[in-house]
C-alpha cells in the first residue's frame, strides 16, 4: 500500500523550530503533495514553553525529551533545529530509528563529525536533507538555472558576502552563538556557509584550495543583558570572517561574513562573473535576478533586473500569484515540500548531508588556514590535469 502521510517529529522550539513548523504547516496547503504531513510532536528545553509553541504551531504533542521522540513509532521523519554541538548524537539517534532526517546547517561542528552522519544516513538508507533553505529562492535556484544552460559561460570570478549588524553593540549578551563549544565557529559556519552552499549550487564549481582570515572584534560581551553585577564572558568564535579560494575550473572566489556591518541586516549575496555574462543574487532583494548577458548589441547591455515570481520560473515563482513575491519563511516551505515528496516517490534530495559534508570540508579548511597562515588544499589537483578552458 503506498504511504499516505509522512509524520514528523521536531526537536528545538526557537528561531529554527518556528521556521521549521511554520513550514511543516502550511507546505501540503501552499503545494499539491502525493502525501499528507502530519505534525506528530515536537520536543524542547523550554519545558515550560512547550505546549503553548505545539498548540500555535499545530504540533499534535510534546516531548519534554528528545530520546523518547526519536524512538517513537508514530514518527517517519525527525526535524533537527538545535545548536550544532547536538547536532550528531539527535541525527545518529533518529537514524537508528529507522527515521529520515532534516537537520539545519552547518550539519555539524566538525567535518569528522559531519562525515559520520552521512556514512550513517547512508547505512540505513533513509532520506536526508541539509536545510540550506536559500536554494528554494526562485532567484537562486534561476541563477543557477543559467549558469546550467551556458548564459554565464566560463566562470572567472565568484564574489560572496553575507553581513548583517546584529551584534555591533558590545552591550549585547553573550550567547550560545558566540560559544565555540556549542557553536563550533561564529560567522564562518553560520552565515558563510549560506555563501559556500549557494556557490557550490549555482556555479557547480568545488573548492580547491582556501586562505583564511579569522577575528574577533569584539573580545569580551556580558554575561546577561542589562545587568552589570552579572560580568562578562570570553567570545570564543570569530564575528568576521574572510577567505579566498580557488575553484575546481581555476575560476578565484572571495567571501566574506560579518556581524558588524552597520546598516547591514541579511545581506547575502553573490556574484558570478564569466565569459559569456553575469548573475547578481541578493537576498534583501530575493525575488529578483540580476544578469547581464555580453551577447546584447552594445547599445543595448547592462544588468537586466528579472522579477522572479513567475509560474515558469523555479518552484512557479513561489506559492503566491505572479509578482507578489516571496518572504524568508517561504523557503523552508519550498524546501520541506520538495522533501517530503521526495521521501514519498523515493527519489535523491538536495542539499543534503553529501552537501552538509562538502560545506564543512570548506569551513575546516578555512579555520586551519586561518590559525596556520598558510593555502590549504581541499581537492588536490591530479597530476597533469589542465585548468578547465572556455565551454
Known amino acids: 500500500m503506498a504511504q499516505t502521510e509522512i509524520r514528523v517529529g521536531l526537536i528545538g522550539s526557537k528561531f529554527m523550530g518556528v521556521a521549521h513548523s511554520n513550514a511543516f504547516r502550511n507546505a501540503g496547503i501552499w503545494f499539491d503533495l502525493p502525501v499528507k504531513i502530519a505534525m506528530k510532536a515536537v520536543a524542547a528545553r523550554d519545558h ?13 504533542s510534546c516531548e519534554t525529551n528528545w530520546r523518547r521522540l526519536v524512538a517513537r513509532t508514530d514518527i517517519d521523519l525527525v526535524s533537527v533545529a538545535t545548536p550544532g554541538n547536538l547536532h550528531k548524537e539527535m541525527v545518529l539517534e533518529a537514524v537508528r530509528h529507522g ?12 567535518l569528522a563529525d559531519a562525515q559520520g552522519m552521512l556514512e550513517a544516513v547512508r547505512s ?4 536526508h536533507c541539509c536545510s540550506f533553505s536559500y536554494r528554494s529562492t526562485p532567484s ?20 560572496a558576502r553575507y553581513a548583517q549588524d546584529w551584534l555591533i553593540n558590545p552591550g549585547f549578551p553573550l550567547t550560545w552563538r558566540l560559544d565555540k563549544e ?8 553560520d552565515i558563510s556557509s549560506h555563501s559556500i552552499d549557494a556557490t557550490r549550487f549555482i556555479t557547480g564549481l568545488e573548492f580547491r584550495e582556501v586562505v583564511g582570515n579569522l577575528k574577533t572584534m569584539i573580545k ?44 547591514r541586516k541579511s545581506h547575502n549575496c553573490i556574484e558570478v562573473n564569466g565569459d559569456r555574462g553575469s548573475i547578481c543574487w541578493d537576498f534583501e532583494e530575493q525575488n529578483y535576478l540580476h544578469y547581464y548577458d555580453r551577447g546584447q548589441p552594445s547599445q543595448e547591455q547592462g544588468f537586466r533586473k528579472i522579477n522572479v515570481t513567475d509560474y515558469s520560473h ?4 513561489g506559492p503566491w500569484p505572479a509578482g507578489h513575491g516571496i518572504g524568508y519563511g517561504d523557503t523552508f516551505v519550498i524546501e520541506i515540500a520538495n522533501f517530503v515528496r521526495a521521501i514519498a516517490e523515493n527519489k535523491t534530495f538536495h542539499p543534503n548531508f553529501e552537501d552538509g559534508v562538502e560545506c564543512q570540508r570548506v569551513v575546516e579548511a578555512v579555520q586551519t588556514s586561518a590559525a596556520e597562515r598558510c593555502w590549504i588544499s581541499l ?9 578547465h578552458s572556455a565551454a
Open 314 to 317: 523555479p518552484y512557479g515563482g
Open 220 to 263: 569580551e560581551r556580558p554575561l546577561k543583558a542589562n545587568d552589570p553585577e552579572a560580568g562578562v564572558g570570553q567570545v570564543t568564535v570569530d564575528d568576521v570572517a574572510q577567505f579566498l579560494c580557488n575553484f575546481s575550473n581555476g575560476a578565484t572566489g572571495c567571501f566574506e561574513s560579518t556581524r558588524l556591518a552597520a546598516g
Open 48 to 60: 515550560q514553553a512547550l505546549a503553548e509553541f505545539a498548540r500555535k504551531f499545530g504540533w499534535e
Open 99 to 110: 527515521k529520515h532526517v532534516i537537520c539545519e546547517k552547518p550539519l555539524a561542528n566538525s
Open 124 to 127: 540505513a538508507g533513509v532520506r
Open 182 to 189: 556549542v557553536a563550533g565557529t561564529g560567522v564562518l559556519g
Open 140 to 159: 537562486q535556484a534561476l541563477a543557477k538555472q543559467f549558469v546550467d544552460e551556458g548564459k554565464i559561460g566560463r566562470i572567472f570570478h565568484v564574489r
Open 379 to 387: 581537492h588536490p589537483k591530479p597530476k597533469n590535469q589542465k585548468e
